[in-house]
């Protein structure tokens, strides 16, 4: 079977191209990839070529599939899965495999999100890796990898008790939680879990420069929705006050009350926050999660850094005495997938949140190669169709010319301005095919 898909070869070097597919052996899966959402790993991964830890030495003889958020239907089962899968059941897939970098998106020739088919290897299936999906929408599958690694970063938080060496995992639950440059997608993913999961802090700060982007995640993710589920949801512009720590620390000494309940005043306080969550690598943007932890804080550093180098001053005299600590992860496991998908198809979270961009296949290079300067939240691409990247909030302009863009926004008006199944199935069933 002939594939069309987006190829990496190398530093800044994807190929959109069209290619043969090998036959699936007898434990592999041919499946039809619908939508895939493109993540900043890509962009790094992209730029970094072989020298990105998942992209194999030799891509440039041996091209790899960029793009790992997606999902799509199985339509083709090798002998030995025959009862374990059926054609026609649709997957999201769990990208990262345990005990090697290499992953789906990264490091396979025929495995990847930027495609319109692919071949499921034997490795996938003997790690579980492959999750059925009976929702209706297909992004929300796609959405389910990024929701997982904010999934799996607040159960890597931990904390510990004083004469004990016993480590308590996850997030404190009724303690203090700080976001830090979070009110990007993966920002908005960690507050809308944090407050709808089982486990959650009593105040939840929220903090980002960028104006637009906190009133967004603020008529989004609203601190009335917050506080019916017991959590205090206060977001702040830290380009507008006077110290920053200063204001979080006041911000956590006053449970949040101040600014009327949704935005902390400048101020000096003390106090501090049992989690704290760097969602930028900024040295200052870390420097500012170190100093306010609390006694036995965790600061999870979030944000994966393309410099091999990066590093931040970090307190060594509150490590030993204030028991302060940091954790790291990159994705989430097969368990947090699992868990996204059942949030999702229970309405418990709702994914639509991140998408802000909709595109076809030939949209994805571009799309990847300039994924830090495009606004916004998720980009998504469907891949069998033709389709320049658009933001929804466009669609009304676009639709001028172009009725399906007309249409569109009329789909997502009714929703709140977000992206929805009605609308993916009117794009699915209308747009040029590729």
């Known amino acids: 079977m002939k594939t069309k898909a987006l190829r990496l070869y190398g530093k800044k070097d994807l190929r959109l191209e069209e290619f043969e597919l090998p036959p699936i052996g007898e434990e592999e899966l041919l499946v039809k990839v619908i939508s895939d959402s493109l993540c900043m790993s890509s962009y790094k991964s992209a730029s970094q070529g072989a020298e990105h830890k998942r992209v194999p030495d030799d891509v440039a003889q041996n091209p790899t599939i960029i793009g790992h958020e997606f999902a799509g239907e199985i339509i083709g089962v090798g002998a030995r899965l025959k009862g374990r899968y059926t054609e026609g059941g649709r997957f999201s ?35 579980d890796c492959v999750l059925p999906y009976s929702g209706d ?21 931990y904390h510990t008790e004083v004469g004990d060496y016993t480590h308590h995992m996850g997030i404190r639950a009724g303690g203090k939680m700080a976001a830090l440059a979070a009110a990007g997608p993966m920002g908005l993913a960690l507050i809308d879990y944090v407050i709808h999961s089982d486990r959650r802090p009593s105040l ?26 017991g959590v205090r949801l206060v977001y702040l512009n830290t380009s507008t006050v006077g110290d920053p720590v200063y204001a979080l620390r006041e911000a956590a000494d006053r449970g949040g009350a101040g600014g009327g309940g949704s935005r902390v005043g400048d101020g000096i306080g003390g106090g501090g926050f049992d989690d704290v969550f760097a969602l930028a690598p900024v040295p200052a943007v870390v420097e500012q999660a170190d100093a306010i932890l609390a006694h036995d804080g965790c600061l999870n550093f979030f944000a994966g850094p393309s410099d091999q180098a990066f590093s931040a001053k970090f307190n060594f005299y509150n490590v ?16 947090d997938m699992r868990e996204a998908l059942e949030l999702s ?26 994924l830090p300067e495009i606004p916004g939240g998720k980009k998504l691409i469907y891949t069998h169709i033709s389709l320049p990247l658009t933001a929804i909030a466009d669609f009304r302009e676009a ?8 249409e569109l926004d009329r789909l997502c008006e ?13 794009l ?7």
Not at 320 to 335: E, F, L, P
């Open 93 to 127: 897939i769990q990208p990262a495999m345990r005990g090697t970098y290499q992953a789906a998106g990264y490091s396979f020739p025929f495995l990847g999100g930027d495609t319109q088919y692919a071949v499921i290897p034997k490795c996938y299936i003997d790690q």
């Open 137 to 157: 929408a297909w992004f929300y599958a796609s959405m389910s990898e990024p929701i997982s690694c904010v999934i799996g970063a607040t159960h890597a938080s």
């Open 204 to 229: 939840l700060v929220v903090t980002d420069i960028d104006e637009a982007r906190l009133a967004r995640a603020a008529s989004i993710l609203t601190a009335e929705e917050a506080e019916r589920h």
């Open 320 to 335: 030993h005495y204030n028991a302060t600590h940091i954790v790291g992860t990159s994705g989430g496991n097969t368990d």
């Open 345 to 370: 198809a229970a309405g418990r979270i709702n994914p639509a949140i991140l998408v802000t961009h909709i595109g076809g296949l030939d949209a994805a290079r571009e799309a990847t190669l300039h």
């Open 399 to 406: 639709g001028v010319k172009n009725p399906i863009f007309a």
């Open 414 to 426: 009714r929703s709140g301005r977000l992206w929805n199944g009605d609308a993916e199935r009117f």
């Open 428 to 434: 699915l069933e209308n747009a040029e095919p590729i």
